[in-house]
């Protein structure tokens, strides 16, 4: 028995909200300098992947496994597989967080589009199935490089036209395109990960 614990700590439903209420938006919490993104910024565009839906459990999920890499790099990739096979063996109450590393000055690759876009898109377990698509599957990864708009036959996911998601890839929304280049500019000044080749998990 723990007499001393409060409501607010045991229903932390608004504890995103009370988080980035900490950091004024477009304020520095580091050392980036003035204008640079900051955790207020990003955490509204930050997209997760859980182990079980939070809309079925008692309490919001409390362990994020946050991932800062570029998505279409292979060690961005692995790291995002090795994420994900921790996902299948965690509680119920982890997720992972993706927030996109790389240039902020150049354009996406398909991968991280893709990622950003089923996630910003898609139901929860929608999304995830995607993910897994994009993740494991080379000829899924071939198909968002290519600008080909019919997918190769046997590629399927349940509630997802194909040919209309690789279109948004093709022409991401200035949402979509936003999102990551804002991730990229907060790696880069808050962070302090270099432009390229950096990856980090938190």
């Given at each position: 028995v723990v007499p001393r614990l409060t409501a607010e700590i045991l229903q932390p439903s608004e504890?995103?909200?009370?988080?980035?209420?900490?950091?004024?938006k477009g304020e520095s919490?580091?050392?980036?300098?003035?204008?640079?993104?900051?955790?207020?910024?990003v955490i509204p565009t930050i997209r997760h992947?859980?182990?079980?839906?939070?809309?079925?459990l008692a309490h919001p999920p409390v362990l994020t496994h946050l991932l800062v890499a570029d998505f279409d790099s292979a060690e961005g990739s692995?790291?995002?597989?090795?994420?994900?096979?921790?996902?299948?063996?965690?509680?119920?109450?982890?997720?992972?967080?993706?927030?996109?590393?790389?240039?902020a000055s150049s354009t996406p690759g398909p991968i991280s589009?893709?990622?950003?876009?089923?996630?910003?898109?898609?139901?929860?377990?929608?999304?995830?199935?995607?993910v897994i698509k994009i993740q494991r599957n080379a000829d899924f990864q071939a198909f968002i490089r290519s600008t080909d708009s019919t997918p190769?036959?046997?590629?399927?996911?349940?509630?997802?036209?194909?040919?209309?998601?690789?279109?948004?890839?093709?022409a991401p929304s200035e949402e979509i395109l936003r999102a990551i280049k804002?991730?990229?500019?907060?790696?880069r000044s808050e962070l302090n990960l270099a432009a390229q080749g950096a990856s980090a998990a938190v």
């Open positions: 504890s995103q909200t009370l988080f980035t209420s900490m950091v004024p919490s580091g050392g980036g300098g003035g204008g640079s993104a900051s955790w207020s910024d992947i859980y182990k079980s839906d939070p809309t079925e692995s790291l995002l597989s090795v994420a994900s096979r921790h996902l299948k063996k965690a509680g119920v109450k982890t997720r992972i967080g993706l927030l996109h590393h790389g240039d589009i893709a990622l950003q876009t089923a996630l910003d898109s898609f139901s929860l377990n929608t999304a995830k199935l995607l190769p036959e046997g590629l399927s996911v349940h509630g997802v036209d194909l040919a209309e998601f690789n279109a948004e890839i093709l804002l991730h990229r500019e907060f790696a």
